[in-house]
């Protein structure tokens, strides 16, 4: 007797099984245009109309599904190659000019690394002290004044100084005198009276009211404009001359000096030595790390506790401090003298003055210390830098008796007008 496995039948799924095929059916289906239902019913004229919608949508009314064309078009001539102008491109770097864009004449400017005779106000109004004169140069109408002080001695201008409105300008004298003048009608306003055994070397203003002096003796003291016992208080340090003041720009508690004691120090204004000493101010940090005098001083503008100071003949190094805890973070050994350094106030850039043997200027990129540029066009050491408070130029002054004028810093966009965002702000009154 035959098993019930031998007597059943294997169907495959892709292979049709003709015996169970209706092959009339099939025929018919082919050959009639309208075709009975597999149940025996005629088809309804909601699904004709359906089958003919569907012809004209998807068929397009064709009869045949295929037909031959032409070869469709190679994938890879639709692949961007690289030196097509759709891709991606890098930013450009910006080109800074290796000339001066301007220059100027500086007769009679004193070859002396303790002065300062060299400053670029927020009025936009560039001063230079030559000999015992003081030129004005107005960088938005190209336009040029000069004053000085009728004096018995004809005393050098020994250094000077804009306020932080613009409205006042400090002039140091080499008898020890000290004028304000105003620098609309070039009167003096204050005349302040030193010691006739010390000059004024730096001067920096801690605000509109409050100016700092450092003097050939070492001393540094502050003066109140406003008060008549003007000498406010006094910072014990530096045994030879101040070469350089600088005041950080956060709310002017930091205080850093330079001098030809090849020291650099940093004081905290909010804190007094003492109960018995309440004029004197706080010295945070000592730093000796300099070999050679030190007259090149600046504050980054973007980070408030980082200091920039630079060493003289025999040191060639710039040096990079922490204010708060008296760290080195870096030191670059440049090769030559640096003179003066300008932070630039819209980026992490810095720009370097030097003597011997180029006499040059140095872009340095922080904080990497890369250099981006070297400008070279002064013939003697470039002891003076003053930027524009613009942005974008910086002026430069040396021993040749040449003032030039560089592109070397971007100039900011101008900020976007902000929007509106109040409705009717416009108006004061809605009906």
């Given at each position: 007797?035959?098993?019930?496995?031998?007597?059943?039948?294997?169907?495959?799924?892709?292979?049709?099984?003709?015996?169970?095929?209706?092959?009339?059916?099939?025929?018919?289906?082919?050959?009639?245009?309208?075709?009975?239902?597999?149940?025996?019913?005629?088809?309804?004229?909601?699904?004709?109309?359906?089958?003919?919608?569907?012809?004209?949508?998807?068929?397009?009314?064709?009869?045949?599904?295929?037909?031959?064309?032409?070869?469709?078009?190679?994938?890879?001539?639709?692949?961007?190659?690289?030196?097509?102008d759709d891709r991606p491109?890098?930013?450009?770097?910006?080109?800074?000019?290796?000339d001066?864009?301007?220059?100027?004449?500086?007769?009679?400017?004193?070859?002396?690394?303790r002065?300062?005779?060299?400053?670029?106000?927020?009025?936009?109004?560039l001063?230079?002290?030559?000999?015992?004169?003081?030129?004005?140069?107005?960088?938005?109408?190209?336009?040029g004044?000069?004053?000085?002080?009728?004096?018995?001695?004809?005393?050098?201008?020994?250094?000077?100084?804009?306020?932080?409105?613009?409205?006042?300008?400090?002039?140091a004298?080499?008898?020890?005198?000290?004028?304000?003048?105003?620098?609309a009608?070039?009167?003096v306003?204050?005349?302040?009276?030193?010691?006739?055994?010390?000059?004024?070397?730096?001067?920096?203003?801690?605000?509109?009211?409050?100016?700092?002096?450092?003097?050939?003796?070492?001393?540094?003291?502050?003066?109140?404009?406003?008060?008549?016992?003007?000498?406010?208080?006094?910072?014990?340090?530096?045994?030879?001359?101040?070469?350089?003041?600088?005041w950080?720009?956060?709310?002017?508690?930091?205080?850093?000096?330079?001098?030809?004691?090849?020291?650099?120090?940093?004081?905290?204004?909010?804190?007094?030595?003492?109960?018995?000493?309440?004029?004197?101010?706080?010295?945070?940090?000592?730093?000796?790390?300099?070999?050679?005098?030190?007259?090149?001083?600046?504050?980054?503008?973007?980070?408030?506790?980082?200091?920039?100071?630079?060493?003289?003949?025999?040191?060639?190094c710039?040096?990079?401090?922490?204010?708060?805890?008296?760290?080195c973070?870096?030191?670059?050994?440049?090769?030559?003298?640096?003179?003066?350094?300008l932070?630039?106030?819209?980026?992490?850039?810095?720009?370097?003055?030097?003597?011997?043997?180029?006499?040059?200027?140095?872009?340095?990129?922080?904080?990497?210390?890369?250099?981006?540029?070297?400008?070279?066009?002064?013939?003697?050491?470039?002891?003076?830098?003053?930027?524009?408070?613009?942005?974008?130029?910086?002026?430069?002054?040396?021993?040749?008796?040449?003032?030039?004028?560089?592109?070397?810093?971007e100039?900011?966009k101008?900020?976007?007008?902000e929007?509106?965002?109040?409705?009717?702000?416009?108006?004061?009154?809605?009906?």
């Open positions: 007797m035959a098993s019930s496995r031998s007597r059943r039948v294997e169907y495959d799924r892709f292979i049709p099984f003709r015996s169970a095929m209706d092959m009339d059916f099939a025929r018919c289906a082919l050959t009639m245009p309208s075709r009975p239902q597999r149940d025996g019913s005629i088809e309804s004229p909601s699904s004709a109309a359906y089958q003919k919608l569907l012809v004209q949508c998807i068929l397009k009314n064709r009869t045949r599904i295929f037909a031959f064309k032409s070869a469709p078009e190679s994938p890879a001539d639709k692949v961007c190659q690289f030196d097509e491109h890098k930013k450009q770097q910006r080109r800074i000019p290796k001066a864009d301007r220059v100027l004449a500086a007769y009679d400017i004193i070859d002396d690394d002065l300062n005779l060299l400053d670029w106000g927020s009025n936009n109004v001063a230079i002290g030559l000999n015992d004169t003081v030129h004005l140069w107005n960088a938005a109408n190209k336009s004044t000069t004053f000085s002080r009728a004096l018995e001695d004809n005393s050098p201008v020994t250094s000077i100084s804009w306020s932080p409105d613009g409205k006042v300008l400090a002039v004298l080499g008898n020890s005198d000290l004028d304000l003048v105003d620098a009608t070039g009167r306003l204050v005349g302040i009276q030193g010691d006739s055994h010390s000059f004024v070397c730096s001067l920096a203003w801690r605000s509109n009211a409050i100016l700092t002096t450092g003097r050939s003796d070492g001393s540094v003291v502050d003066y109140d404009i406003r008060k008549d016992d003007r000498a406010i208080c006094d910072y014990k340090g530096h045994r030879l001359e101040v070469c350089s003041l600088k950080s720009e956060l709310f002017g508690r930091y205080l850093a000096s330079g001098g030809k004691d090849k020291l650099v120090h940093i004081w905290d204004a909010r804190m007094a030595v003492a109960n018995h000493h309440p004029c004197q101010h706080q010295l945070l940090h000592k730093i000796s790390n300099h070999t050679s005098t030190v007259r090149a001083l600046d504050w980054c503008p973007t980070r408030s506790n980082l200091l920039a100071s630079g060493g003289g003949r025999n040191d060639h710039i040096k990079f401090w922490n204010a708060v805890n008296g760290v973070l870096n030191s670059i050994d440049t090769g030559s003298e640096v003179c003066a350094l932070w630039d106030k819209n980026k992490s850039e810095l720009l370097t003055s030097h003597g011997f043997p180029n006499n040059q200027l140095t872009l340095w990129n922080y904080t990497s210390m890369m250099r981006k540029a070297e400008l070279f066009g002064h013939s003697s050491r470039v002891l003076y830098l003053a930027g524009s408070p613009l942005g974008g130029v910086v002026a430069s002054a040396a021993e040749d008796e040449t003032l030039k004028f560089w592109n070397v810093f100039t900011p101008p900020p976007k007008p929007a509106n965002t109040v409705p009717f702000a416009q108006f004061s009154v809605i009906r």
